[in-house]
């Protein structure tokens, strides 16, 4: 987790100085307070997913920048798997692990996400123009786009516009597992 904290911190720092923005600006443009992002770009606290995903937006960069290292198809091969780093929310009831991070030249990331049961999570508006692709691998879950909870089970996927907001839930005693692709434009 130590190392994690370390590469959201040169990360957001790197970010902010290069679009040169102090974290006043910072602050505005993402919803986080400045205390809070000082703290961040410090490594003295261990942000959110929620929190993760406002940055994210508010910079107009993909998420997995945040958690993952740099995964460019080098030589034409690209892999994920277990070897990358975890990100949990609310103490273990979400999980979100970069299987693909951001692809600059696809432009698109992976991402396997658990939700503990009877978990709900609610997240803001992408960039304008982001899709989202989610497909469930495990357990059911429902999704919410504009407004309307749609299930879905094992096997199952639903795409929509993800510049609006939206959730995930499960509401069924087991755990569900699914894989999100979020497609930038």
Known sequence: MEDLNKHIAATLKEL????????DKVALATGVSKAMLGQIERGESSPT???????????????????????NLAHGLAQGGEHVQSVHLNELRMQVVPLFPF??????ELF???LSPHYEHLSLPHQQGVVEHVVVV???????IAGIWHRLS????????????????NPSAI????????HYC
């Open 16 to 23: 902010r100085q290069k679009k040169g923005l102090s974290l």
């Open 154 to 169: 094992s096997g199952e996927g639903i795409s929509f516009a993800a510049d609006q907001p939206h959730g995930y839930r």
């Open 175 to 182: 755990t569900a597992r699914f894989h999100n692709i979020i």
């Open 49 to 71: 997913v929620a929190t993760l995903w406002k940055i994210a937006v508010g910079f107009d960069a993909p998420f997995s920048l945040f958690i993952a290292e740099n995964n």
């Open 112 to 114: 396997v996400i658990e």
């Open 103 to 108: 692809d600059e030249q696809l432009k698109f």
């Open 138 to 144: 495990a357990g059911s879950m429902e999704v919410l």
